[in-house]
């Protein structure tokens, strides 16, 4: 006879018909996976445990009592019971994760059992944590990507993150995660210490070339040449070269620059009053919407000056950058028409960003969606190349959202193909740096000439939440 973990009554299986019928299954589930063996907290729990081999197959129970709940929340609560509430499965069943992962997402959202947005992070967290450790890189870069557009993630999501970008040496990117993760775990000392030892790690890592030692280089026990192989051509592909990256006794240097500290690189300085009329319009095109991890792949700009656009080369500017441990996707190529190939022997953006800032000078950054997109890139970019960008930044999204009234569109809307239409500007080439650029500047000029520089800045809550390339 077994006991029933919740009346503790002889019972044939863990949990006896009386308590099946009115007990919540899933909160029990999670509750088995938080349970600590001998904590004190559950004394019935603690002297089921005691009578196992080994106290922590206690919560191997899930499995048992899942049995009956109905997909995909069957097979969550046993992702998560095999993660014991961390942040990665066992090797050997990363394989019915693949098998089954796509099922966990494709459910009728009407399904009482659907999956939470917060449950769906939580396994591509895990999922991710899986194709790293099996050399998906790949795949996983793409998951990675799809999680840094959420926000408050679980911390477990938040360790593979870290990890993943600290071991294939995007260094600022895992530092990026660790401080989001300390901000919202701060209280939780379990948690931080986690995180503390991740930042050992990326610190160890970053500093490899300094202390005369090597980067991180998967050593797999099988294939290692083929494995390491993979690893490498990964980093290739997103642009960073291992034979490149680390020093050794021959004096090799890294290829790229040592950036300005976050902490010591200025904010970009956002002024709202509409009362100026020589600026520079810029745009830029990029790998993704993260202004974490995505990188700069076009820079466009045009100088206006009193209110005057001249599109001729003395003007405008416009390059192609090399995209900064990223690769072109093919969705990026399907919007802006850029390919790998346009922007293979690009310059880099520390190369391209000083001629950049050459020619806007002392002038206004004016840009569409700019404080919460371009402006963060260009911050990067300024970081890269060594220089302070002081330049004050004006957005013109923030700007027509304070117009939204007489304009008669919804603030949340606003997009820059949608103002163009309304006002009778022509986007020729939309999605491409200078053409949007030159798009915005008219946008500007035309919202000034009909409206002045009134603005209602109580409507900046709902902005920005929309990017666009």
């Not at 200025?266 to 509409?274: D, F, G, S, V």
């Amino acid at each position: 006879m077994a006991i029933c973990i919740v009346c503790g009554k002889e019972s044939d299986s863990c949990l006896c018909e009386a308590c099946k019928e009115k007990t919540d299954i899933k909160q029990l589930s999670i509750d088995i996976i938080n349970y600590k063996p001998e904590s004190g907290d559950n004394p019935l729990w603690d002297n089921i445990a005691r009578e196992m081999n080994y106290s922590s197959n206690f919560m191997n129970i899930v499995f048992a009592i899942t049995s009956d709940i109905k997909s995909p929340e069957k097979e969550y609560l046993r992702i998560i019971c095999m993660a014991r509430n961390g942040a990665n499965i066992p090797k050997a069943s990363r394989p019915w994760l693949y098998e089954i992962y796509t099922s966990l997402f494709s459910e009728n959202s009407n399904n009482p059992n659907a999956l939470s947005e917060e449950e769906k992070n939580r396994v591509d967290g895990i999922l991710l944590g899986a194709l790293f450790m099996d050399y998906r890189y790949t795949e996983a870069d793409e998951i990675a990507g799809r999680l840094l557009e959420k926000n408050e993630l679980p911390w477990q999501v938040y360790y593979n993150l870290v990890d993943f970008f600290s071991k294939t040496r995007r260094y600022d990117e895992a530092s990026e995660s660790i401080e989001i993760a300390e901000k919202l775990y701060g209280s939780k000392s379990y948690i931080i210490s986690n995180f503390s030892k991740l930042k050992e790690q990326n610190d160890k890592y970053r500093n490899a070339e300094t202390d005369g030692k090597k980067e991180y280089m998967p050593n797999p026990k099988e294939n290692r040449d083929e494995v390491k192989q993979i690893y490498i051509d990964f980093l290739a592909s997103i642009g960073i070269e291992i034979e490149m990256s680390v020093s050794d006794k021959s004096g090799r240097k890294s290829r790229y620059p040592v950036p300005i500290p976050k902490d010591q690189y200025p904010e970009p300085k956002e002024i709202r009053e509409a009362d100026f009329d020589s600026f520079v319009a810029f745009d830029l095109e990029t790998t993704g919407f993260s202004t974490s991890i995505d990188s700069i792949i076009e820079i466009g700009a045009i100088k206006v000056v009193d209110g005057h656009i001249v599109e001729t080369a003395e003007f405008t500017f416009q390059e192609l950058v090399k995209p900064f441990k990223r690769s072109v996707k093919q969705e990026v190529t399907d919007v802006t028409g850029i390919t790998k190939e346009d922007v293979k022997d690009a310059r880099e953006m520390w190369e391209v960003t000083p001629d950049f800032l050459r020619f806007v000078g002392n002038s206004v950054l004016l840009g569409f969606n700019n404080m919460k997109f371009d402006s963060k890139f260009l911050v990067r970019a300024g970081r890269y190349s060594q220089i302070k960008i002081e330049n004050p930044h004006f957005d013109v999204k923030r700007y027509a959202a304070g117009l939204s009234d007489e304009l008669g569109i919804n603030a949340k809307d606003i997009s820059l193909s949608i103002l163009a239409d309304k006002l009778g500007i022509e986007n020729p080439r939309a999605h491409r740096a200078l053409s949007d650029a030159i798009t915005t500047a008219k946008v500007y000029i035309k919202l000034k000439e009909k409206y002045g520089d009134a603005v209602d800045n109580s409507l900046d809550d709902i902005l920005g939440d929309i990017d666009e390339w």
